[in-house]
């Protein structure tokens, strides 16, 4: 417990009392977090767990801006009228590997993160994440064959070391925030996904300018084959491998930060070690409370995930952290259907034979930066500053709604938006759709799952649940692009079958959009609660 009421500045005595009147109901030190006041140590929980997500944003989106210029320099023909471009499963394999990876580290690290504690395991991510950055931008070779399979592995374990990431910053900030700012906190590490999205871009358009101003170079439609200076195999190198930057700059921090309280005494049972280190972190004295050993033998701290005990108490929470998240990165993941049409539509992307191969990549990443701040970053934002205002289920549930709003009539009257003096409303409804899937589900699906599970658990669900979200990215990602095609076959991308069209795709995706908010109604709202009270954890020593 408290060793004084003047020991906590942020502890009011209303609080203190109410503490001291529910014996039964939660220990001391986790109390003291609960009621702690906003202070450095929450911030800088925030800036290194943000870090890691801010690097597992930057790799992840990176690959996006240079698949071009890969396509330029590895597929090169020169009796083609158009520059040379990745085969489309050459592309799929390039982008499909980070997203397979991810899901494979989310399940793992998330198991890991619950039998091995949240700060170990969290080193071991953090170290695949600077190796294979840079083992992606090594490749070896100059064919293509052999740089796109080594590409491909790297970017695989890439994306495992990412997958642990995502179970492992939410947990630990849940671990460590106050349950006032929580959701906030939270979301804060979560909007470093946009930072990170942004800094790729920013990467690129410096690395590409660099290299286009001192590497001048002649269009494809002038010179098909000098429009690809040797030197461009350096841009796309320089631009992946940079992700190892921050990564290695937070290892140190990382590894600074104690264990997370809740884990130290609700997992590993060690009560006097996570309240000297709370002490530490709080700078308040707590002292051990006499019945913490007795609370930690409660059977009700030890049933399973495949236990009729959790599927009880938590199989339906489950059920909707894990069905939402995957139908919203079905749909978020699909915007490359019609990011292509957007940009060539306005003129932001000319016609690639009117380029050479670097300036290329420079118009590429200036266009994504340009929607990233335009849509994808206010709206990360939007729900840190909203969050504990509205909750976490309204936020969800107007996301969800209004991107089925905006699909639906982005999709309906597909033929107007196509035409050319029409091109900005396009454009609009295309940023307020991704606008709200940031100040929406995008944001609440990480959050949630991090706060309504018991801790020797809570990173394993958080784990499952943001797998079954990736499994949806790769719905959204390759399904679509299948779908998405039109369906007179001689419209047809190279190398693609016919589908139902983007039209219909686009109606499928605001089906799904609104199926997605009804599963949100089997989500509990977490807003303003303990995470034992969320859990049932304090339930026990009653």
């Known amino acids: 417990m ?276 709370m002490s530490k972190v709080l700078q308040i004295q707590l002292e051990v409370e006499e019945r913490a050993a007795d609370i930690m033998k409660d059977v009700r701290l030890s049933y399973g995930l495949f236990s009729k005990e959790f599927a009880t108490r938590h199989g339906l929470p489950l059920l909707g952290c894990t069905s939402t998240w995957f139908l919203l990165d079905i749909a978020f993941y699909s915007q490359n259907l019609f990011q292509k049409d957007i940009f060539s539509g306005i003129g932001w992307i000319p016609k690639a034979s009117t380029m050479n191969a670097i300036h290329e990549v420079y118009r590429i990443a200036r266009a994504q930066t340009l929607i990233a701040l335009c849509s994808t970053v206010p709206g990360y934002w939007f729900t840190v500053a909203f969050i504990e205002i509205m909750g976490r289920v309204a936020i969800q549930l107007m996301g969800f709604f209004m991107m089925t709003v905006f699909m639906f009539a982005i999709a309906f009257p597909y033929d107007h938006w196509t035409k050319p003096e029409n091109r900005i409303g396009f454009v609009v409804m295309y940023s307020l759709t991704f606008f709200f899937a940031n100040f929406g589900p995008n944001a609440t699906t990480f959050i949630i799952p991090a706060e309504i599970f018991p801790a020797r658990l809570r990173s394993t669900c958080h784990g499952i649940s943001a797998a079954t979200g990736k499994a949806g990215a790769i719905v959204g990602a390759f399904g679509f692009l299948y779908a998405a095609q039109p369906q007179d076959k001689t419209k047809t991308d190279a190398g693609y079958p016919p589908g139902i069209g983007i039209k219909n795709s686009l109606i499928t995706l605001g089906v799904i959009n609104f199926v997605g908010m009804l599963f949100t109604f089997l989500v509990p709202e977490p807003k303003g609660k303990s995470l034992e009270e969320l859990s049932g954890e304090n339930e026990v020593g009653k």
């Open 2 to 277: 408290l060793s004084s009421s003047s020991s906590s500045p942020s502890a009011s005595p209303s609080k203190l009392m109410k503490a001291q009147e529910m014996p039964g109901k939660q220990l001391g030190v986790l109390k003291a977090l609960d009621v702690a006041r906003t202070q450095l140590y929450h911030f800088t929980a925030i800036l290194i767990a943000g870090m890691g997500f801010f690097t597992d944003a930057y790799d992840l989106f990176c690959v996006s801006l240079v698949t071009k210029l890969l396509g330029r320099i590895y597929y090169f023909n020169p009796l083609s009228d158009k520059p040379g471009s990745l085969p489309p499963h050459v592309a799929g394999l390039v982008n499909g590997a980070a997203l397979c990876g991810t899901l494979a580290g989310q399940l793992f690290f998330g198991w890991l993160g619950d039998k091995l504690g949240r700060k170990k395991v969290y080193g071991i991510t953090l170290i695949m994440m600077v190796l294979c950055s840079i083992g992606s931008g090594l490749s070896f070779g100059n064919k293509a064959t052999g740089v796109m399979t080594t590409l491909c592995f790297f970017r695989f374990w890439l994306g495992f070391g990412i997958g642990g990431d995502y179970p492992l910053s939410a947990t630990i900030m849940s671990e460590y925030a106050n349950k006032k700012t929580r959701g906030a906190f939270i979301a804060a590490v979560f909007a470093m996904q946009g930072v990170g999205i942004l800094a790729g871009g920013f990467v690129a358009l410096a690395v590409s300018s660099i290299f286009d101003r001192n590497f001048p170079s002649p269009t494809y439609e002038v010179d098909r084959a000098l429009s690809t200076p040797p030197q461009a195999d350096y841009v796309w190198r320089i631009i992946v491998m940079f992700g190892a930057l921050p990564a290695a700059l937070t290892y140190y921090w990382r590894m600074k930060m104690p264990e997370t309280a809740r884990y130290t005494a609700l997992v590993a049972k060690n009560i006097k070690q996570a309240t000297q280190d």
